[in-house]
């Protein structure tokens, strides 16, 4: 059975660090991309970044380029995001997910239960 | 950016109604195209795989079609576990993977 099960939110001050991780089992981790998805407080889903599954290709949307990082430790089975910089507009409940294979063009099908990032002083 | 436009924002209906939600994308993205249905609180969950294939667990009386830049997603026979919000994504350019706003289907 494909489990994801993410941790690492909480509350963080503006300009603030977090690094998220996803624990990944049922499944060969090194085959498949990995994708974090966010959706802040009562909107809705916004694609964050997607590592393939050899870790040599990542991908981010705009709004957080430059400010998170995204990784794989093969050897943990687990996924991570670190995020630096954090701003109000980052607060949301963090997705990891797993695509259906091992690059990109591939659907989202197994997601994790989310965790909470709230940014706020 | 490809847009992707759900239609209707939100929609009710009773047990039994037959519904369809559209979702019409900026530019041509093939097939690749995925729904997905939120219930509050919980994670979404794949539905449908390349615009039409229904995922292993998933009621039959889910199906979608489409191609290219318009696709729809249609409940027979709506059931009360269905209200929920419905997303479409496109999963043709990761620069950005983009969803719909999503659809929230309610009890009438």
């Known amino acids: 059975e494909v489990q994801l099960v993410e941790s690492g939110g909480g509350l963080v001050q503006p300009g603030g660090s977090l690094r998220l991780s996803c624990a990944a089992s049922g499944f060969t981790f090194i085959n498949y991309a990995m994708t974090w998805v966010r959706q802040a407080p009562g909107k809705g889903l916004e694609w964050v970044s997607t590592?393939?599954?050899?870790?040599?290709?990542?991908y981010y949307a705009d709004s957080v380029k430059g400010r998170f990082t995204i990784s794989r430790d093969s050897s943990k089975n687990t996924l991570y995001l670190q995020m630096n910089s954090l701003r109000a507009e980052d607060t949301a409940v963090y997705y990891c997910?797993?695509?259906?294979?091992?690059?990109?063009?591939?659907?989202?099908?197994?997601w994790g239960q989310g965790t909470l990032v709230t940014v706020s002083s | 950016a490809i847009r992707m436009t759900q239609s209707p924002s939100s929609l009710s209906a009773s047990t039994g109604d037959r519904v369809t939600i559209t979702c019409r994308a900026s530019q041509g993205v093939s097939n690749y195209l995925a729904w997905f249905q939120q219930k509050p609180g919980r994670a979404p969950r794949l539905l449908i795989s390349a615009a039409s294939t229904l995922q292993s667990g998933v009621p039959s009386r889910f199906s979608g079609s489409g191609s290219g830049t318009d696709f729809t997603l249609t409940i027979t026979y709506v059931q009360s576990e269905d209200f929920a919000t419905y997303y479409c994504?496109?999963?043709?350019?990761?620069?950005?993977?983009?969803f719909g706003q999503g659809t929230r289907l309610e009890i009438k």
């Open positions: 994504q496109q999963y043709y350019n990761y620069s950005p993977l983009t």
């Open positions: 997910a797993k695509e259906g294979g091992s690059s990109v063009y591939y659907p989202l099908d197994y």
């Open positions: 590592i393939s599954g050899s870790g040599d290709n990542t």
